[in-house]
């Protein structure tokens, strides 16, 4: 199956019960998947439905996003050697864009899968990206190296998987701290086309997303900080950007 899509579906966040501050919230949401050497353009008047731009991801915004992956697994020792990367992401939309999390399927040039990259955002404006080679069944395990959540501490491990991105989706991730689970996060969707037929009914069904994203988060941290929930103090990296 072939870039540029569509997913539409729901991402839940659970604070296991035992944890204190124990919650459980979902959204529903709608990503693209895209070629990141050849990433679509809408037609003028539509462009405000969306946007993939170099600025909103690693790297020198003034570079291409394919030539800053290429640039970041170069320094990591990894060459694709051509291969394709797809790319599952939030665009920009009416003038604003936040991703949670962005993911890149990095393909040899045979289409088998060489890794994955794992592009998170906070809402401090900063970004870090974990290096991640996927074994069975898409799973892959990382120590946590960036600070997210105010109500979470920066020890631990995370352990995920992943699905390739076919005609269904699914993304799990879960933070382990001290032999426990402490939070868990999912992403599942379903592909469809991109059209702009599609994208106009996406952006009916889930107007101003990104912002409504950002605003559910802030919203969660309210609920947690109301139940007493220790914060964690940010201190924020030399470099802002990965």
């Given amino acids: 199956m072939t870039a540029a899509a569509l997913y539409e579906g729901q991402v839940m966040h659970t604070r296991p019960r035992g944890v204190r501050g124990h919650y459980l919230f979902r959204y529903g949401v709608y990503l693209w998947l895209v070629d990141v050497a050849d990433p679509p353009r809408l037609p ?10 170099s600025r909103d991801h690693l790297g020198d915004p003034s570079q291409s996003i394919r030539r800053n992956v290429d640039d970041f697994l170069t320094g990591n020792g990894i060459d694709l050697a051509g291969g394709r990367v797809l790319l599952l992401t939030n665009a920009r939309a009416f003038g604003h864009v936040f991703n949670p999390l962005s993911v890149y399927w990095c393909h040899r040039p045979d289409g088998s899968l060489r890794c994955i990259v794992a592009e998170v955002h906070n809402t401090h404006g900063e970004r870090h990206c974990y290096l991640l080679e996927p074994g069975d069944r898409g799973r892959a395990v990382a120590d946590k ?4 959540s105010p109500f979470l501490t920066m020890d631990g491990r995370y352990r995920m998987s992943f699905s390739e991105p076919g005609r269904h989706l699914s993304i799990q ?3 382990i701290q001290d032999g426990r689970r402490v939070f868990q996060a999912s992403l599942t969707g379903r592909r469809d086309k991109l059209s702009t037929g599609r994208l106009l009914r996406m952006a ?11 605003a559910l988060i802030r919203y969660q941290g309210i609920r947690l900080w109301l139940r007493r929930v220790p914060r964690v103090v940010h201190l924020a990296p030399p470099e802002r950007r990965a």
């Fill in 145 to 148: 190296a960036f600070y997210v």
């Fill in 44 to 53: 003028r008047p539509l462009a405000w439905l969306g946007r993939i731009r």
């Fill in 204 to 214: 009916a069904r889930y107007p101003l997303m990104t912002l409504r994203i950002s």
């Fill in 173 to 175: 991730m879960e933070l």
